[in-house]
């Protein structure tokens, strides 16, 4: 009997799904068995999950047209593995999850969850799930968002949680860590001088990253040196200033070359990754007043409203001009604030307490 059957809209890359990779090999370590489903093509974290020897169904839905007989497989899937707690992750995951949950024999014996991700979503892309999870979200027996602002917004659009939990992402400390021996040789390999000032933006390209808006800010400073990392970056028309790196899988080494993480998310953040990881490196972050930026932030960095290159700009300038002192200080607040609050494993003992 699998323990959790999870269901996820897609494994590529990105928030969501590494936190589910994460979760669902910290809970196996803890005597939980797992299965994940992923609703979409094969991604790049399916392969990840499985060399935790955890088993992966990738349904491959494409359009509407192929999604009833991925719910007949589905259907099957549940039948076979009999799962105690059936896990959505996402819109289209919590709607697959519970339509299969109430289409299957034996769902008195199961719980279902759900698992929102973001915060003041776009509504033009998402709107019409939003509004149909919302007529189901008395349903599952519980449902967990990543972030309090996450959650407010769903209810505010008319979710109705007979219970609800936030549960922060988790981040791991030990990948995510300073190292002063590894900056200096990241550096070299980037061609980024020993005494540049550096800020890291990592995200994929998407209108809720808004990149456009920390270019601009870059493109007023420069003073300092930028580092754009995700899929897409590549294919951005960039300052002198900033080197886009396109899709990495060594963030945690890149994240070393740099001072200073920036998100400039216009919307839908709820709990950014990127950010937790590289404060948890020891960087000191300017954020967007996003989704629950301002919690993680914390007095260890600067918020600045979204939209607002020239915001940016002082945010970056003000600790970019603090004495070393002062910035090591903040640095260390950073790391120390992620690994007190959001550190992985007390990600994966919130799961274990509820599945439990």
């Given at each position: 009997m699998t323990a959790v059957l999870h269901v996820i809209s897609g494994l590529g890359m990105g928030g969501a799904e590494r936190n589910l990779a994460q979760v669902a090999d910290g809970l196996k370590s803890r005597g939980f068995p797992q299965h994940v489903?992923?609703?979409?093509?094969?991604?790049?974290w399916a392969d990840r999950i499985r060399s935790r020897q955890i088993d992966v169904t990738t349904l491959g839905v494409e359009s509407v047209i192929s999604g009833p007989l991925?719910?007949?497989?589905?259907?099957?899937l549940i039948r076979s593995l009999k799962p105690a707690v059936i896990q959505g992750w996402m819109y289209h995951g919590d709607l697959f999850a519970t339509l299969a949950h109430r289409l299957t024999p034996g769902r008195a014996h199961r719980r279902l969850i759900w698992n929102l991700r973001a915060s003041n979503t776009d509504l033009g892309g998402y709107g019409r799930i939003v509004a149909f999870n919302a007529k189901l979200s008395?349903?599952?027996d519980l449902v967990v968002a990543n972030s309090k602002a996450g959650l407010d917004f769903h209810v505010g659009r008319g979710y109705r949680p007979?219970?609800?939990e936030i549960i922060p992402n988790g981040i791991d400390t030990?990948?995510?860590r300073p190292d002063a021996?590894?900056?200096s040789a990241v550096r070299s390999e980037l061609g980024i001088a020993p005494g540049a000032v550096v800020a890291i933006h990592v995200a994929r390209v998407d209108p809720m990253k808004d990149h456009t808006t920390f270019l601009k800010a870059m493109a007023s400073l420069p003073e300092l040196e930028g580092l754009l990392v995700g899929l897409g970056t590549e294919r951005l028309s960039v300052p002198p200033n900033v080197k886009a790196l396109g899709l990495r899988h060594d963030i945690e080494k890149l994240y070393m070359a740099a001072d200073f993480v920036v998100s400039s998310s216009a919307f839908a953040e709820g709990f950014s990754n990127a950010l937790a990881e590289g404060m948890s490196a020891g960087l000191?972050?300017?954020?967007?007043?996003?989704?629950?930026?301002?919690?993680?932030?914390?007095?260890?960095g600067h918020l600045v409203p979204p939209r607002n290159p020239d915001a940016i700009v002082q945010a970056l300038r003000q600790v970019a001009t603090l004495s070393p002192d002062k910035r090591q200080s903040m640095a260390e607040q950073a790391r120390r604030s992620i690994v007190e609050s959001y550190s992985l494993s007390h990600n994966i003992d919130r799961y274990a307490q509820l599945y439990a």
């Open positions: 489903v992923c609703l979409g093509p094969h991604g790049v991925a719910l007949l497989r589905l259907l099957s008395s349903w599952p007979r219970r609800a030990e990948t995510f021996g590894a900056r000191i972050p300017v954020a967007t007043d996003i989704g629950d930026a301002r919690v993680i932030v914390g007095n260890a």
